[in-house]
């Protein structure tokens, strides 16, 4: 009898021990990067929400497909990689993830790309892991981000098929992190970005109020934040800065460009119509696309440093 309890004694310990590994387990798969749900906006292009193991939150981001994009087909039991190429375009301060595909004329802009284009959702973040507020992993985010939709869109791992973009509060995102990850992608683009950013020392009129709640109140820590500093490793990179003749950002990008130069660092510079705005930011795009159409198609790189008006 003795012998028959301990047994059902040590087959339930074991049935509790099963039970428990299978809870933890299935926590944490819920608090693991991974995507919820997509719907398709209309044709070519969805919405994709998904969980942020970063953020703790669940989070979205936007697809713009390419003409002739077909998902992966399993052959012979295996899935086939199409390894398409990328750009990820960050949006501005106070925007989101859909501002520039509900926009009519962003998004017809957006549709002529030959390449898939993946807009996320940075918040207020800056794209940064925040020294001031631990918890804001935003480049950390953009990472796992990356990493997510790189493989549910089969998208090649290859530095040469991989750009990024970003305008305003994106476009210094953009900056940020191809210095700080310079061996995963081989373009950039910038639109109205805050590229000499954060700094000191401008007029107020051709500068940026720094969010100190963001970067912190040090001005000598603002050096390592600022991607002029980091130049250097943009070198064979292909790049393009587009600012406005009337753009407060005019003056850092100014700077920016300079500061390629001296590096002798081929990159395109234009300067367009108009301020910091986004009317602005909607021309950029046509630039952008032809750009970035180009560039994965192989053509070489042009070094146009005398801005355009």
Not at 71 to 90: A, D, F, Q, S
Not at 278 to 298: A, E, K
Request: net charge negative.
């Amino acid at each position: 009898m003795r012998l028959l309890n301990r047994c059902f004694l040590r087959t339930g310990l074991f049935a509790l021990i099963a039970l428990c590994s299978s809870s933890l387990s299935t926590l944490a798969d819920d608090h693991r990067s991974r995507i919820i749900k997509t719907e398709t906006i209309q044709p070519r292009i969805e919405s994709v929400t998904w969980y942020s193991q970063q953020l703790e939150q669940e989070k979205r981001f936007s697809v713009v497909l390419p003409k002739g994009y077909s998902p992966p087909e399993p052959i012979h039991g295996e899935t086939t990689r199409k390894n398409w190429p990328v750009l990820y375009l960050l949006h501005g301060r106070g925007r989101h993830e859909r501002s520039l595909i509900d926009d009519a004329e962003a998004r017809s802009s957006l549709l002529q790309a030959e390449f898939v284009i993946i807009l996320p959702d940075g918040d207020d973040g800056w794209y940064i892991d925040s020294p001031i507020r631990k918890r804001d992993r935003y480049e950390s985010y953009l990472t796992e981000l990356i990493d997510l939709a790189d493989r549910h869109y089969e998208l090649s791992p290859e530095p040469k098929d991989r750009a990024l973009c970003g305008w305003s509060m994106g476009g210094y995102g953009a900056m940020h992190y191809m210095v700080e990850h310079p061996d995963d992608f081989s373009a950039i683009v910038t639109l109205i970005g805050l590229l000499d950013f954060p700094r000191e020392g401008l007029p107020p009129e051709q500068s940026y109020v720094v969010p100190l709640q963001r970067f912190g109140e040090d001005r000598q820590d603002w050096l390592k934040w600022n991607s002029l500093f980091k130049a250097d490793r943009l070198k064979q990179k292909s790049i393009l800065l587009l600012t406005a003749d009337e753009a407060f950002d005019r003056t850092m990008n100014e700077n920016f460009s300079q500061k390629l130069q001296e590096l002798q660092i081929p990159h395109q510079y234009k300067v367009l119509k108009g301020g910091h705005s986004f009317s602005v930011v909607r021309s950029g795009l046509t630039h952008m696309i032809q750009f970035g159409n180009d560039h994965f198609s192989s053509s070489p790189t042009k070094d146009t440093n005398v801005p355009s008006e």
